[in-house]
C-alpha cells in the first residue's frame, strides 16, 4: 500500500509540475505575444495629446492649395474593432488637386524608445459612405543625431515607412519593425551589431496622402489603437548577411596565413608601400605615367579564377605585407562594371592586346553570368571572390546600373567577339523594377529576404545615379517624365536643412515636361547642387554621359561649375594645400563622406582629400587637376606601385594606405577619356540604346 500510495505522489507531483510548468510557460508566452505600448487609443479628455504626452495635428504639404488639399482631424465616437463604443481619429482628407498635394496627420513620439518591441499594430477602417482610398502610407521619424533638436540645419530626418491596406470593415494592420529600413543609420556600427539600436529616439509618427499614391483622391479613414508591441518574432533584418557554405581553403586559415593565401589567388601583390618617382615635367606625359602605374592594381589584384576585381586592399608600413595588412575578397557589382570598363582602356592605352582584352572580358562576363541573380534579372550588390557567393540580400539600383554601363562599353568596344553575350546580359533585367510610378523616382533598391524596397529614393538630380536613370529612359524602361518631373534640381525654400534657399526655382518646361528648376550660387559661380557636394556624386556620370559636349548650358556648365568650386573652395576658403573632396577612406581609419559643403543640398564635411576627385576633374580643369595631382604626391607619402593611394588628411600628412577598386577605376577611366578623345564616353553613346537618350542632356538649360 505505502508503495502504491508513494507512487500515486510522485506521479501527482510530476503531472503538477508539468501543468506549473506549462502555465507559467503560457502565461510567459501570453505576456511576450501580448506586451505592448499604447501610443494613441483617442480617448479622454485631450485626445489629441497620445499617452507619451506627445501633440498631434494634421499637415498639408502646400498651405497656399487649403480649399483642394487639406487632412481634417476629429475624435468621434463609434464602435470599436472590438464592437463596443469607442473614441477613434477620423481623418477627412483631400489631394484632389491641380497642384501636387500631399498631406496627413502626425503625433509626436517624445524620443521614444521602442527597442524592446519588434511590431507596429494600428486598427483601421475605411468610412463606406464618404469613400476612401484603399492604401495609404505611414512612417516613423526620427532625428540622424538622435535626439532631434530645434536646428534643423544640424539634423537629418530619416523615416521609416510601410503601406497600410484599408478597407471598409475594421482590421489590426501589423508591421514588422525591421522592415521599416529607414530609420537605420548604416554609417553606424552599432546598428550592424544590433539593428534595433535604430528604434530608439523615435521622434514622430505620420500619417500620409499622396495624390498619386491614394485609389480615392477624396475620402475618410478611421484609425484607433496605435501601440508597439512585442511578439518575440521580429522577423529578419535589414543587416543580416546570408548564410555561407562553401570554405575557401581544405584548413581553415585565419589572420597573416589567411591573408597571404589569398594574394596566391591574384595576379601579384605589392613589394613596396611608398614609391618615390621622378615623373615626367610634361603633364600628359605625367598622367600617363599614372596611368601605368594605376593599370597594375586591375592587372594584379583580381581572382585569378573568376576574373573579378577585388574591392579592398590595405598595404601595411614599410612592408606590404606585415601586420596591419588587409584584402578585401569581395566585390560589388559597381567594382565589375567599371573592371569592364578598365579593361578596355588598358586596351585604348596599348597596355594589353585585343586577343588578352576579349579573354579577360569574357571570363568576367561569362562569371557575372553564373552567380546568383535576383529574380527581377539583377545581380545581388556584394559577391565573395573567391566562392562567387553571394554576400548580400539588397539589389542596388545604382551598382547595377554601372554594371549595366559597362556592359555596354564592351559591347560597342568589340561587337563581334562579345557583343551577343553583352547584350544579353544587359537586357536580363529591366530598371522599370526600382522604379516608383508614384513620386517618379528610383529607389535604392530592393531587400529580397524583406521583401520590401528600400524606404529612400534618389530624388536628387546632380548626383551619380543619374547616370543609370539616363540609361533607364533611352532604353525605354521608365518614362522621361522621370528626368524632370521625379528628380529635383533644387529644394523647396521651406526645406530649412537645406545649405542654402534656392535662386529662380521657378516653373520651368523642357521637352513638354512642367517642373521646378533654380540654382544656388556661391561668390560667382551658379550651380544646381548636388546632395553632398562631393566629385563622385557629380563626375562619375561624366565617365559615361558626353555632358560636356552635349549640355554645354546644363549639365556641362554644372559640372564645370561643380569643380571651379572643389578647388576654390578648399584652397581659398578652407586654406587647404590641396583639393578634390570626395566619398573615401578615412586616413584615421574606416569610409566616410566628404565634399565642398556649399555644393551640396546637404553638404558633407571637409577634411579629407582623394586623388579621384582630381582625375575627375581633368576634363574641366586639366592644368588644375595635373597640378594638383603632382602637390599630393609631392607633399605626402600617398604614392605606390599602384598610383595613388585612397586618401590623405592634409592637416595631418596621414595617409590612408589603401587601394579601392572603385576609386582607381574612377581614376584609370577618367585618365582613358581625357589622353585618348573619351574613349569610353563614344563607345557608350555609340550604342544605338545609348543614342536615343541624347536629348535629355541637351534640352535644358540650367541657368537661362
Known sequence: MRKKIKTYSFALFFLTAIFFCNYLFAEELKTEVSSAVVLADFEGETPQTNHLEGPSGSWNLDETDINNSYCDEEYVEMPGKDGKPSKVLSLTYSVDSELPSQNGFWTKLQDFDSTEYDHLELDIKGDEKAGFTEKFKIELKKCKKSPCTQDKKVDEVIKGSAQISVTSEWQTVRIALNKMTGIIDFADPKAWENPAVARKNLDEFVVVFQDRHVTKKKGKI??????????????????????????????????????????????DFPKQTVVKKEFPAEDKAFLMEVAKDTWRFFDEIVDKEHGLPLDT?????????????????????????????????????????????????????????????????????YYDTSTLERTSYFVSLVDSGW?????YVAKNAFPEELGEQADRMIHRGNFSFFYDPVDRQMFHGYYDHLEVYSDYHYG????????????????????????????????????????QKPINRVTRETLGHRYQGGYYQWNDLKYVPSWGGSAFEALMPTLILSEKD???????????????????????????????????????????????????????????????????????APAESAANLRKLAELYDIYGEYGFYDAVTPATGLVAYKYLSLDQGMIFVALNNYLNNGAIRKRFHSDPEMKKGENLLSAEKFFA
Open 222 to 267: 478611421y484609425l484607433d489603437n496605435i501601440r508597439f508591441v512585442h511578439t518575440g518574432n521580429p522577423g529578419p533584418t535589414a543587416v543580416d548577411f546570408p548564410p555561407r557554405h562553401i570554405e575557401k581553403t581544405p584548413v581553415r586559415l585565419e589572420g597573416m596565413a589567411f591573408q597571404k593565401f589569398l594574394i596566391t589567388r591574384l595576379g
Open 313 to 381: 586592399i590595405q598595404l601595411a608600413k614599410p612592408e606590404p605585407v606585415a601586420e596591419g595588412m588587409w584584402i578585401g575578397d569581395y566585390t560589388n557589382v559597381t567594382n565589375i562594371g567599371v573592371y569592364l570598363m578598365c579593361l578596355v582602356s588598358a586596351y585604348d592605352f596599348g597596355f594589353i592586346t585585343k586577343e588578352e582584352v576579349i579573354k579577360r572580358l569574357r571570363l568576367t562576363m561569362t562569371t557575372m553570368e553564373k552567380v546568383e541573380h535576383h529574380k527581377s534579372g539583377f545581380p545581388y550588390n
Open 403 to 407: 554594371l549595366v554601363a559597362g556592359l
Open 460 to 499: 536628387v538630380f546632380y548626383s551619380e545615379p543619374r547616370a543609370t536613370s539616363y540609361m533607364a529612359i533611352a532604353r525605354g524602361d521608365v518614362s522621361d517624365e522621370h528626368w524632370f518631373e521625379g528628380l529635383m534640381r533644387t529644394f523647396p525654400e521651406s526645406y530649412t536643412w537645406q545649405e
Open 550 to 620: 552635349l549640355a554645354p548650358e546644363g549639365l556641362g556648365k554644372n559640372d564645370l561649375n561643380h569643380v571651379l568650386g572643389q578647388i576654390h573652395y578648399a584652397l581659398d576658403e578652407l586654406k587647404m594645400p590641396v583639393w578634390g573632396m570626395s566619398p573615401s577612406s578615412v586616413p584615421e581609419g574606416g569610409y566616410s563622406e566628404y565634399g565642398a559643403k556649399p555644393f551640396g543640398s546637404k553638404g558633407y564635411k571637409a577634411g579629407v582629400v582623394t586623388p579621384h576627385a582630381s582625375a575627375l576633374a581633368l576634363e574641366f
